[in-house]
């Protein structure tokens, strides 16, 4: 069966820096897949090459449907969803307005409704602090809310973008178990870029090493995992 | 006393004015963080656009609606054509483009209509309403008419999912992007809504400064001062400063003499640069990183 996301020989660019070599990686449908790497290797220019965010080259494969070259806001509109790189917050809305900008192009206001219980649920500081201006959030409030922004989409692919950076380590555990969820229950599948490669290839069945813009090692999260010589030099962990 | 009154209200009538060209400059710096020089001179050419629907037999009011329609047009084509293809050049490009605007448009009046003053009807009897003799009926209808656009602009940020898109997509075109909402359309509708306010504010404002190419130019450096005081990224703010205005420049134009009234809005916009460059109500930004 064709992976959901499938994606060949992606090139990109900012200006004339080249940042990824051709790249060929994918998640399946369902899945969830990790992209590891230090500083530098690409991962972010990764996720917004998918989304359309920087110039490319190569093939691009969404649900069947090539991508490549379209416009960042018709690919969100296919199922795309992306948790960036800085979290992408609208500082001077208020919680609750940054939730519904995410079901922007949903019309099924019922079931809109409904997932704004269900994100409230899974982030109980979320609905205390609804009628807040969200650039007041403490960081991890304020990933917690991109995190469900992006689900307001009800999207296919979820693009998370470092989610764990600068948090306290009992949230990003947090996070972490809430991702599982939406994974199992709501069958969403995930490109998950981290630093932190141990909680990453928990969460993950495949992983992909990247070193400036190459995959450099790929294969089941497990394997990678046990991987001694890999985690020693690459993972540093 | 009983002048002051006068001044007040009449202060109040043309406050309007200026409170809605002022919002229409605050929606087009809160999208791209330049004032639209041309604002006033989109107005003005609105004007003629209803006066001449006027001249060819259609009734007051349909002509108003017509003429409010067409530069939502217009304001979204040029947004299009000509403002989004310097969407990512250097400021001084952009203004430049903006003055071009406004000389273009300007002149381009002068051509089609001659420079040649003309009177504009105003809808109000010319009786005073309720007889009173504080205020004009066509002062009144016209603080009437700006209020209800107010409102409605308002409730249509506010409460509707395009108004909230809209103001997504001025604040943080990244992120609206990436929530599925089409980022150049918001900003042309943005521009729509300027010139369809302005369009209105001229059409109130014409029957008091008469019908001319040159008609905004004051208008618009007190729309400017209104924006400036009240906090050139408030809305509100604006709205409230461009009443202020209105009132300052009639209560102590009246004291002073009227050749010293537009010197009034220059000692605001200086003013408020240089004791609280934010304005009355400019939001300062929190934010925890």
């Known amino acids: 069966m064709a992976r959901l996301l499938e994606v060949r020989a992606l090139q990109a660019q900012y200006g004339p820096t080249k940042v990824l070599h051709g790249m060929d990686f994918g998640v399946e449908e369902g899945g969830i ?57 609208f500082v001077n809305l208020s919680v609750e307005e940054n939730l519904r900008l995410g079901a922007h192009t949903r019309r099924d206001k019922n079931e809109v409704a409904a997932d704004f219980e269900r994100m409230y649920g899974y982030f109980p500081r979320l609905k205390e602090r609804s009628r807040q201006q969200a650039g007041t959030l403490s960081g991890g409030e304020q990933q917690m809310l991109a995190v469900s922004r992006a689900l307001m989409l009800r ?35 995930m490109l998950l870029v981290e630093q932190n490669a141990a909680m990453a290839l928990r969460l993950a069945d495949h992983a992909y090493l990247l070193e400036t813009g190459r995959v450099l090692i790929s294969g089941s999260a497990e394997e990678l995992g046990r991987d001694e010589a890999i985690r020693r030099s690459y993972l540093g962990y | 006393m009983d002048v002051l009154l006068h001044q007040i209200l009449s202060g109040l009538a043309t406050g309007g004015i200026y409170a809605s060209v002022a919002l229409a400059l605050v929606m087009i710096y809160q999208a791209t963080h330049l004032v639209n020089f041309a604002q006033g001179e989109l107005a003005m050419f609105a004007t003629y656009i209803a006066w001449s629907l006027m001249q060819a037999g259609v009734p007051y009011w349909a002509a108003f609606v017509l003429t409010v329609a067409i530069a939502f047009a217009l304001g979204v084509v040029i947004e299009r054509v000509i403002v989004q293809p310097v969407e990512n050049a250097p400021i001084l490009s952009v203004v430049i483009v903006f003055i071009a605007l406004l000389v273009i448009l300007n002149s381009l009046a002068g051509w089609i209509f001659t420079y040649t003053i003309k009177p504009f009807p105003s809808p109000f009897p010319s009786a005073p309403l309720f007889g009173n003799s504080y205020v004009t009926s066509h002062e009144l209808g016209s603080i009437g008419v700006t209020l209800v656009v107010l409102v409605l602009i308002f409730v249509f940020f506010r409460f509707t999912p395009l108004g909230l898109a809209m103001r997504a997509a001025a604040q943080n075109p990244v992120s609206s992007r990436l929530v599925g909402i089409r980022v150049g359309w918001m900003l042309a509708l943005g521009w729509g809504l300027a010139a369809a306010i302005g369009a209105i504010a001229g059409i109130m404002v014409a029957p008091t400064v008469f019908l001319e190419p040159n008609m905004m130019s004051g208008i618009l450096l007190y729309a400017f001062a209104a924006a400036l005081l009240g906090g050139i990224d408030s809305p509100g703010g604006a709205v409230l400063g461009g009443f202020i205005v209105g009132v300052l420049e009639n209560v102590i134009g009246s004291i002073i003499g009227t050749e010293l009234k537009l010197t009034v809005a220059l000692v605001l916009i200086v003013g408020v640069l240089v004791i609280r460059p934010s304005g009355l109500f400019g939001k300062v930004l929190v934010t925890r990183v």
């Open chain 1, 33 to 89: 897949t990790t992209i590891l790497g230090a500083n530098g290797a690409g991962k972010t220019t990764t996720l917004r090459a998918v989304c359309g965010m920087v110039k490319t080259q190569g093939e691009i494969t969404f649900a069947g449907a090539r991508i490549d070259g379209r416009a960042t806001e018709s690919i969100v509109r296919l199922g795309v969803a992306h948790v960036p790189d800085g979290r992408g917050t």
């Open chain 1, 155 to 189: 999207p296919r692919l979820l693009l998370l973008d470092e989610p764990s950076f600068g948090l306290a380590p009992r949230i990003v555990q947090e996070l972490f178990e809430i991702f599982r969820v939406i994974n199992q229950a709501d069958r969403v599948s």
